[in-house]
DNA sequence: TCCTTATCGATATTTATTTATCGATATCAT
DNA sequence: ATGATATCGATAAATAAATATCGATAAGGA
């Protein structure tokens, strides 16, 4: 109430939101073919969704398109990177160390996106102490020192679900303010830290389902 | 429009179709605690969902609670499964044998989900011929023969944005109808075959723009 | 047995998101 | 220079989803 400076930001709806990083992909290809401008409905025929949609998304990022030419390439992705937080790095770490908090840890694609992951930590003896691409492995005692010295405030949940509350516990304690949780389980953690959460489960969901409706369309035709 | 006998089904809205998974998880350890019965007002207090939305997409599965008990645990969690497709087993195979594609190989939790991954598939000689996680990496040109063998019809997508169209073309020239896609990239196919589109990108942008707003509001506070 | 209360299920309302409409404007071809 | 057209941006309409309301009902206690 008090402030609403940043109103402009917080305004964008999540669904809109979630369609910027891939005009933003787009947008860094036609970049580098050396494309000056970009209208909507060059981006409708590529990406597919409707024109009008991504004009209305874009309105949000507040970029400014000229009639007939459309919005310019290079002034377009600087917007998209500002409101996506590329272009300001941002330390994480990773909390377990399973198949899936490794493939995380080596996977480059993040820097692209501003995320730097710093270190993963785990329990199992196995694990800590050694480097994986490149990354020290800590046991998850050393989490909150190394946290707090370096001001991590984002952290990636990779545990199995029964240990997702307590993990997210520690990194609560830790002054982890934002918890990117991928085990399949809801946590509960202060009103000031965030939870994004990612649920592979869901997504496999929607596939299968659609999957059989598909199926079964076609049986009855 | 010639048949609609699976309209029940068709018509289950996204939004709920990705909040089942979270009501199966909670209803299965519910369910080994002995439980009997749950009520909505109980799930919301566990999930943080509201207890009408909940009945609302509880409605949507077909389930029948009675008044003042709630819904029967084993058999709501026998109408998820069904609906999930968690009861019947479906193989599907993964194409990109990186970090990515070798977490998800080696990930579980997917058997529980019925979703049997059945081989990966490479170009990289140092990877093909060998086994992960018991499961064995073949050259992508086995592709085609391996997935018509075997009658597959899911697959998984977890190559470089930069090949992700051309393998899927590869995929649907293997009678592959569901891709399940971790580039960050669309990708084109024909209208028989469905696109799951699995974006970490879009998660991470909601999760650094929640962050944004939440710093900047305490520097307002 | 009867009263109180928690809960469901159906319907209605509100809010969020997508899609459509239309005037203004800039570019291109004539 | 002029006209045709593609495009934006603002506004309006339609659709989808979340939330609220309320009567009916079943359980448990007085």
Redesign the pocket.
């Known amino acids: 109430m008090s402030s609403d400076s940043n109103s402009s930001i917080q305004q964008i709806?999540?669904?809109?939101l979630r369609?910027l990083p891939l005009y933003h992909q787009l947008l860094s290809e036609k970049h580098s073919e050396g494309a000056k401008n970009?209208?909507?409905?060059?981006?409708s025929n590529i990406l597919g969704?409707?024109?009008?949609?991504?004009?209305?998304?874009?309105?949000y990022t507040g970029?400014?398109?000229?009639?007939?030419?459309?919005?310019n390439v290079k002034e377009l992705l600087y917007i998209l990177e500002d409101i996506l937080g590329y272009t300001k790095t941002k330390d994480a770490l990773i909390v377990g160390a399973g198949n899936l908090g490794l493939a995380l840890m080596g996977y480059d694609g993040f820097k692209n996106y501003g995320l730097n992951i710093v270190a993963a930590f785990d329990t199992d003896p196995q694990k800590t102490g050694k480097l994986f691409h490149g990354k020290a492995v800590f046991d998850i005692s050393e989490l909150e020192k190394l946290a707090k010295e370096k001001g991590i405030k984002i952290g990636i949940l990779t545990v199995p679900s029964a240990f997702a509350q307590e993990t997210a516990d520690l990194m609560v304690n830790a002054g982890i303010k934002a918890i990117w949780n991928f085990a399949p389980v809801k946590i509960n953690v202060p009103d000031d830290v965030l939870v994004q959460h990612e649920n592979l489960a869901s997504s496999l969901a929607v596939l299968s389902h659609k999957l059989d409706n598909l199926t079964s369309v076609q049986r009855n035709e």
Chains 1, 2 share one sequence.
């Open positions: 709806p999540e669904p809109t369609r970009i209208s909507c409905t060059e981006i969704f409707t024109a009008i949609q991504i004009r209305k998304d874009l309105a970029a400014v398109g000229r009639s007939k030419t459309g919005y």
